[in-house]
């Protein structure tokens, strides 16, 4: 079974500086998909960014940006110029292609500080 | 009403009660999802629906019941809840293209339930 790691409960920034959200997951498929959602205090969780696998470059949404490492099974989602939106819980996810299932980490709180 | 919509928002209930969450969806999409989210814990896949038939049901106990009468509505009935089912239980919706292609999760605010 496909595991999510995030290592990070809390994270914590100053507003316009850059931050690393790590994680990290384990599978033995070779096609797949992975997904950074963000979900603001008492709001609806919002897909922030994803990646297929057998995509080399990695994928960009505005700020945001990740670090695809597919050896290394690691996606890691970048924040630039971090404003004070972006405060919220972040989740990574993981789903195999073909399927409906997400699996999730257990999010990492970012807080940015003015 | 816009994308996915949940209610209640808040529900408290005694472990004999019997209530039912509700999820509905304004998208147009053909598959439904029930998630658990509890504190410090990775978010649950409870129940998958697609084209009203269930698909997925993860070992979720007999107690959560879910219901899917149209591809816009989800419920999941709850009766005899214990006290460590007190989470925030997520509707999600998507629009099921075979499996082959990437599918984009719309998820609903949270019904936060509470079990005394």
């Known amino acids: 079974a496909q595991t999510v790691t995030q290592s990070q409960p809390e994270m914590s920034v100053q507003e316009a500086e850059t931050v690393t959200l790590s994680c990290t997951y384990d599978t033995s498929e070779s096609d797949y998909y992975l997904f950074w959602y963000k979900q603001p205090p008492s709001r609806q969780m919002i897909l922030v960014i994803r990646q297929e696998a057998y995509k080399q470059q990695n994928a960009t949404e505005n700020r945001f940006s990740v670090n695809f490492q597919k050896a290394a099974k690691s996606f890691s989602l970048k924040i630039s110029d971090s404003q004070l939106g972006d405060a919220a819980m972040y989740f990574c996810?993981?789903?195999?292609?073909?399927?409906?299932?997400?699996?999730f980490g257990q999010g990492t709180r970012l807080t940015i500080n003015p | 009403e816009t994308g996915v919509t949940q209610t209640p928002r808040h529900l408290v209930m005694g472990m004999t009660n019997k209530k039912s969450l509700k999820c509905e969806q304004h998208l147009g999409h053909n598959a439904m999802y029930w998630y658990k989210q509890s504190a410090k814990k990775p978010l649950e896949l409870m129940f998958v629906?697609?084209?009203?038939?269930?698909?997925e049901n993860n070992s979720v106990p007999s107690r959560f019941s879910p219901e899917c009468p149209n591809s816009s509505h989800l419920f999941l009935h709850l009766h005899t809840l214990q006290p460590e089912d007190s989470a925030l239980y997520l509707c999600?919706?998507?629009?099921?293209?075979?499996?082959?292609?990437?599918?984009?999760?719309?998820f609903g605010p949270g019904t936060r339930l509470t079990v005394l």
């Open positions: 999600a919706s998507s629009q099921d293209q075979g499996g082959e292609e990437y599918n984009e999760q719309f």
């Open positions: 629906y697609s084209l009203e038939e269930r698909v």
């Open positions: 996810a993981y789903r195999s292609r073909g399927a409906q299932k997400l699996v």
